[in-house]
């Protein structure tokens, strides 16, 4: 990747506000502080929220990549790929190149260059996860919004030999860093029982 390039908000704002735009589109609704929300407009901005808690300091490209990670999510459906273990890591390689394609026409919009488009591309593949700086903090961000909000949900759904599966997965994605911040969440008594065995 080219080296990260100084913070312009102007830019920043302008291309955040085009992926907000393509997110509230989402015809699927979620629950959430008392109101209803486009669901992936929403994990957007609880990508963000995780994204300033935890690298306070990252750069334009993160930034945009954390608020991009499900961008118009549900234009590429997994029911219209094999329900099989094959059939979903196409569904998920599909998925992150339609995501950095689209950011990267959206950030062509308000003045990125093509070193940068190529660059929000590479981070949304997730590509050199584990050698990568960028790219695994952009992981550790998407595990932590996952514990964090998603986790309780897939509880509901799934036995318990399942999640436990589920969680050792993703702390094996997470930088040690990640996982210690994982540590620190505030997640419900079942959730964090469920973490503890996973762990053991």
């Not at 589109?25 to 502080?33: F, I, M, R, V």
């Not at 318990?160 to 990640?178: F, P, R, V």
Request: aromatic share 8%.
């Amino acid at each position: 990747m080219t080296p990260v390039s100084r913070l312009n908000t102007v830019r920043l704002k302008e291309v955040l506000a085009l992926i907000d735009a393509q997110n509230q589109q989402d015809p699927n609704q979620e629950q959430a502080d008392g109101q209803t929300w486009p669901k992936e407009y929403l994990y957007g901005l609880r990508m963000t929220e995780q994204q300033a808690e935890f690298v306070p300091d990252a750069s334009e490209l993160l930034q945009i990549a954390c608020r991009a990670q499900h961008i118009k999510r549900w234009s590429i459906a997994r029911a219209s790929y094999p329900m099989d273990r094959a059939g979903y890591q196409r569904w998920r390689k599909d998925l992150g190149a339609f995501h950095g394609d689209l950011t990267a026409e959206l950030m062509a919009k308000v003045g990125y260059n093509e070193a940068e488009q190529a660059d929000i591309k590479d981070l949304l593949l997730k590509k050199q996860l584990k050698r990568n700086p960028e790219v695994q903090a952009l992981e550790d961000v998407i595990c932590l919004v996952f514990m964090r909000y998603y986790l309780a949900d897939f509880a509901t759904r799934h036995t318990q030999e399942k999640l436990i599966g589920i969680i050792q997965k993703t702390w094996g994605k997470m930088s040690l860093e990640g996982q210690a911040a994982a540590l620190q969440l505030k997640l419900s008594e079942e959730v964090s029982e469920l973490v503890g065995k996973a762990l053991a």
